[in-house]
């Protein structure tokens, strides 16, 4: 082929060969510029793969339907491939390299005919940063295309860095026929390599995201003794310019994304607190010269979850996502902007569904279920710099340094409001005994209880008993290791309502964690870990009774008893290969338990 804009011949060899497996029409080079993304919009608006929304009150903003099969990551078509089975874990579906191409390539052959093949090369981080890794995705998809754009740095300035290092991730997606009995997300690390075919689906085709910056960037870090983690990062300003870095892990769905860009609630407000966000889903973190960890965003936007966004729960992505935003899978207004569950405003009238189906409230399917405007996993992708709280730091290629990481889940009962480790090892067991809620984010059933480890489950490109060797590991090289936290802002009484109000107020239980890792106030000392003082929580303007507080920061014997039991029968899936540390720290709290209260 000719016509190549790049001298890389690793890349035009790749390039040439997928070509000749899938077959397109045509290739197209994605430069990055505002000019071809214009050409893309106009071309997705007319083949109706997107709908143009009002120009005067969402400017630059579409919307997408995916197939109603396809709304979500398909967890049990993901597969890890590496030559050895133990190498995978427990914690992924596995599969050998040589089967997953036998059994992908019949699907690729000829799946672009009559398409384009669009060539994405993409950085994930700064580019020419310590921190960044590069990829090149090939796909058939402009809606991918489009949401890449927003995702990472794209086009010609990256085709100069591959030039420069030689080394990027092979990422290959096709729709194909959209087929589920067809759909594969294959992640082969030992060749730094990404297949994913039959699919529309944002967290299986933006091959940047999850797939890269996760799954194969977590089995890279390890061996490269840095940390590629599934966390938000945010700055917390105070009024005298002092800005400290928190990294933080919840799975989806509870709450990563408003805390990332939280706006002090109204009784803080005259302590002059200012948020920066430097990322809401994925952190990479390496141990720096001075001895502790530094932290960067690799992505440059969000892919938000739509149900739920509003101005009490996150007023600064209400505002992210006012311009250049694709919208999926939410509900179409008569005047062309969009709504879904939980959004501001009156509930429209009528609408279409994210199927494309004639919509008005309380409208019931057959088995007199009510139909839902938006799907439950209904999504937004919006460029970071959008959103008013963006950090002045996205772009420094060294990162920010991480003076806390906080681990968090949905859990009715047992975890308290907050508490802190007493160390980094038991800081990692607390990590990888985190539990949470199902959420319409994952395949399952809602409302079971999971464990997901530091929120790296579905994302770990190894096996799981290594990545906690390697947190213990990281803990070891630095000087100033960050304090680790646990948090659970969904604590319910027994009527089952929320007993912490969240949103914002969360901003309270941060200036505690924060005044931990400064030594400025003292803790009490529990066998799960030390929790604050009610006294040292600012409640400045909130009315929460003491009951409630009570409650919140209890330690119920019988509940964590009751907990490890889940713990051992998790531990005991990775056989000897569980780090003996772990074992140390489910004994020595068992201990603890046994005495407490007595």
């Given amino acids: ?20 497996l899938c077959g397109p029409e045509r290739i197209v080079w994605i430069d990055g510029s505002e000019e071809q993304k214009l050409t893309l919009e106009k071309e997705c608006v007319v083949s109706g793969e997107l709908l143009r929304l009002n120009k005067d009150k969402l400017p630059g903003c579409f919307l997408h339907r995916t197939t109603q099969d396809d709304v979500s990551r398909t967890e049990h078509l993901t597969f890890i491939c590496t030559k050895k089975k133990r190498d995978a874990g427990p914690n992924n579906n596995w599969m050998s390299p040589d089967k997953a191409y036998r059994k992908a390539r019949p699907i690729f052959k000829g799946a672009m005919a009559g398409r384009t093949m669009y060539v994405i090369p993409f950085s994930m981080g700064p580019v020419g940063s310590p921190f960044s ?3 090149v995705e090939l796909t058939d998809s402009r809606y991918v295309v489009l949401n890449m754009l927003i995702m990472a740095h794209c086009g010609e300035a990256v085709l100069r860095q591959i030039e420069k290092e030689d080394d990027f991730t092979k990422c290959l997606h096709s729709k194909a026929q959209l087929d589920i009995n067809k759909r594969l997300i294959l992640h082969f690390p030992e060749d730094n ?10 967290g299986n085709v933006l091959l940047g995201k999850k797939c890269l910056s996760l799954r194969i960037a977590s089995y890279v870090a390890r061996k490269e003794k840095w940390m590629a983690e599934h966390m938000l990062i945010m700055g917390i300003e105070e009024p005298n310019g002092h800005v400290e870095y928190i990294a933080a892990a919840f799975p989806s769905a509870c709450g990563k994304t408003n805390l990332a860009m939280l706006v002090p609630p109204e009784g803080l407000k005259q302590k002059g607190y200012r948020i920066w966000t430097v990322g809401d889903d994925i952190s990479w973190m390496r141990v720096d010269s001075d001895g502790s960890l530094w932290a960067v965003n690799p992505e440059t936007g969000f892919f938000g979850v739509a149900p739920g966004t509003n101005s009490k729960s996150n007023p600064n992505m209400v505002e992210a996502i006012k311009g250049n935003t694709i919208y999926t899978n939410v509900l179409l207004k008569p005047d062309n902007t969009v709504w879904w569950e939980g959004a501001d405003g009156e509930v429209p009238n009528q609408g279409i569904d994210w199927k494309g189906n004639p919509w008005k409230p309380n409208l019931k399917d057959m088995q007199g279920m009510i139909i839902k405007g938006a799907h439950a996993n209904a999504r937004f992708t919006a460029p970071i710099v959008n959103c008013p709280s963006a950090s002045f730091r996205l772009e420094q290629h060294h990162g920010v340094p991480i003076s806390a990481i906080i681990f968090g889940g949905r859990r009715e009962h047992v975890a308290p409001l907050v508490y802190e480790s007493f160390s980094w090892q038991h800081g990692v067991f607390v990590g990888a005994t985190m539990g949470s809620e199902l959420t319409a984010a994952q395949v399952g059933k809602i409302g079971q209880v999971r464990r997901d480890p530091m929120a790296m489950l579905p994302f770990c490109g190894y096996n799981m008993a290594d990545y906690f060797k390697h947190w213990l590991n990281m803990g070891k090289l630095m000087a100033k290791p960050p304090k680790i936290f646990h948090v659970n802002w969904f604590k319910t009484d027994e009527h089952g309502k929320f007993l912490w109000p969240g949103f914002c107020e969360n901003l309270r239980i941060l200036e505690w964690i924060l005044d931990r890792c400064n030594n400025k106030v003292n803790a009490m000392e529990t066998p799960i870990g030390y929790l604050p003082y009610p006294f040292d929580i600012d409640m400045t303007g909130l009315s929460l009774t003491e009951a409630a507080l009570e409650k919140l920061l209890k330690v119920e014997r019988l509940e964590w008893l009751e907990e490890l039991k889940g713990v051992n029968k998790f531990f005991s899936d990775f056989k000897k290969d569980l780090p003996k540390e772990l074992w140390e720290e489910y004994k020595a709290l068992m201990e603890r338990l046994k005495k407490y209260g007595k």
């Fill in 1 to 20: 082929m000719e016509n190549f804009p790049t001298t890389n011949k690793k890349l035009i060899d790749w390039v040439n060969k997928m070509n000749k």
């Fill in 193 to 202: 390599t990404i297949w994913s075919v039959g699919s529309g689906y944002g």
């Fill in 133 to 135: 890794k590069i990829g």
